[in-house]
C-alpha cells in the first residue's frame, strides 16, 4: 500500500546515552518540518565513569522511554492516531539500549496497528542534514562521531556506498580520550573546543596518521596515545591551551585530507552533476571542524551543509526522518526486528574490507 503524504513519524533512539523522542512531517514534495525533539540527556549519570556504562544507560532509558515519547507527542500536539508509523533506532549500538527503544517502538507500532522502521542510527545521521537543509541525493557525507568515522556515497533512502573508514578509533573518541587525559569531564569534545580558544595550535608536534597514503580511510590511535602522553607532563592552563589547539587542528586537519580524498573518487562518479559535502555527527558540532571542511568543499567545488548543532549530536529527529523516507519508499519491517549492536550502513563493503579482524566481533562501522 502507497502511504498518503503528508507522513507522520515518531522517531525513538536509545542506542547511547540519550533518551530521545520527536515527530516529524514529511510532506508530498519532501519538505520537513520537525514537529518535535526531545532529548534526554543521562551524561550526569555516567561522567563519575568517566563513560558510558551499558547497564546504567539502558536502566535510565526503560525509566524514561514513556515521558520522554509523551512529551514528544504533547509538544507535537500531535494523538497517536494522528500517527503514520514508529521508527526505532535498531543499531549499531549498546545492544541494551536499542532493545529498550525497539521494543517500545514495536509495542506501539502493533497497538496502533501503523508499520514499524528499524532505523540504522547511522542512517539516520546521514539524514540529518535535510532535516533542516536543501540537501538532496545524491551527496558525499562524512559522518564523525563517538563511535563512527566514516565517508560514504549516499545516493539514497538505505543506498549508501562506504568510501573509508576508520582503522582504529573514531574522531570523537580521540577528542573524548584526549579532553579526558587534560582533566575534561566525558563526553570531552565540546570542553576540549572551548579550551583549545586562544591556543597555540603549533607549539605541539603531533603525529599525522596516513599523511599522503591513497585512499579514504582514517587513523587517531597515534594522535591518541601521543597527546594523552603529552597531557599527562602539562602543568600550567597555558600548556594545556596550547595542546588542545594542537589536537583539534590535527583532528580536522586529518578529516579533511581523508575527505579530500574521497571527492576526487565521487567526482569522477558523478562528473557533470551538481557536487555536494555533507558533515554530520556530534564532531559536525565543532566550529573549527565544520569551518576547515566548508572552506575544502568550496575549493573542491562542492556545495556545503551540516545539521544544526542539536541535530549533529543524537537525536530522535533524525530517526524519524528516516523512518519516513523509508515509509515513502515502501521499506518498513516486521516485529521480528532485531537489536543488533553491530550494523554496517553499507554492508557489502564492510564484509570485503573489515575494519576488525576475525576474534573480535566483526565490522562495527
Ligand atoms: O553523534 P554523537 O552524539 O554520538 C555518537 O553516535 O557517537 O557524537 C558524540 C561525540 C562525542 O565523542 C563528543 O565528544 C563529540 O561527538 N562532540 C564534539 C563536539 N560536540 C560533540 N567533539 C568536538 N567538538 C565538539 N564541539
Ligand atoms: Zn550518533
Redesign the pocket.
Known amino acids: 500500500m502507497t502511504p498518503t503524504h503528508p507522513l507522520t513519524v515518531l522517531g525513538i533512539e536509545t542506542s ?1 546515552d540519550e533518551t530521545a523522542a520527536a515527530v516529524v512531517r514529511l510532506g508530498a514534495r519532501g519538505s520537513v518540518e520537525v514537529l518535535s525533539s526531545v532529548v534526554l540527556s543521562q551524561i550526569a549519570d555516567h561522567a563519575p565513569f568517566g563513560g558510558v556504562v551499558p547497564e546504567i544507560a539502558a536502566r535510565a532509558h526503560v525509566e524514561t522511554i514513556d515521558g520522554v515519547v509523551g512529551r514528544a507527542l504533547a509538544d507535537a500536539g500531535v494523538t497517536v492516531a494522528q500517527l503514520s508509523a514508529i521508527a526505532a533506532t535498531a543499531g549499531p549500538g549498546l545492544v541494551g539500549g536499542v532493545m529498550v527503544g525497539l521494543s517500545f517502538g514495536k509495542a506501539m507500532a502493533l497497538a496502533l496497528g501503523r508499520p514499524l522502521i528499524a532505523v540504522n ?1 547511522l542512517e539516520g ?1 546521514a539524514v540529518s542534514a535535510r532535516l533542516t537543509a536543501d540537501a538532496p541525493y545524491p551527496f558525499l557525507l562524512l559522518l564523525v ?4 568515522c566514516q565517508l560514504l556515497e549516499v545516493a539514497g533512502i538505505g543506498a549508501c556506498r562506504r568510501l573509508g573508514t576508520t582503522i582504529d578509533d573514531a574522531a ?2 580521540a ?2 580520550k584526549i579532553g579526558g587525559a587534560l582533566g575534561l569531564a566525558y ?4 570542553a ?2 572551548r579550551l583549545a580558544e586562544g591556543g597555540d595550535a603549533t607549539r605541539f608536534a603531533l603525529p599525522r596518521a596516513l599523511a599522503g597514503r591513497e585512499g579514504c580511510d582514517f587513523s587517531f590511535s597515534g594522535l591518541k596515545t601521543a597527546a594523552a602522553r603529552l597531557a599527562a607532563g602539562l602543568t600550567t592552563q597555558a600548556d594545556r591551551r596550547d595542546l588542545a589547539a594542537a589536537v583539534q587542528a590535527a583532528i580536522a586537519r586529518q578529516l579533511c585530507e581523508r575527505t579530500a580524498a574521497a571527492m576526487k573518487t565521487y567526482a569522477r562518479a558523478h562528473a557533470g552533476a551538481p557536487l555536494r559535502l555533507v558533515v554530520a ?3 559536525a ?2 566550529a573549527a571542524v565544520r569551518r576547515a571542511l566548508e572552506a575544502l568543499a568550496t575549493a573542491e567545488g562542492f556545495s556545503f551543509a551540516a545539521p544544526p548543532l542539536a541535530y549533529c ?2 537525536n530522535a529527529a533524525m530517526i524519524a526522518l528516516a523512518g519516513a523516507e523509508r515509509l515513502a519508499a515502501g521499506l518498513t519491517d516486521g516485529l521480528d526486528a532485531v537489536a543488533r549492536p553491530r550494523w554496517p550502513l553499507d554492508e557489502a563493503a564492510a564484509r570485503l574490507h573489515p575494519t576488525h579482524v576475525a576474534g573480535r566481533k566483526g565490522a562495527k562501522a
Open positions: 547511547c542510527h545521521h562521531s563517538g563511535g563512527h570523537g573518541e577528542f573524548d563526553p570531552a569534545g565540546p576540549l573546543e555527527g556530534g564532531v558540532a565543532n549530536t543524537d
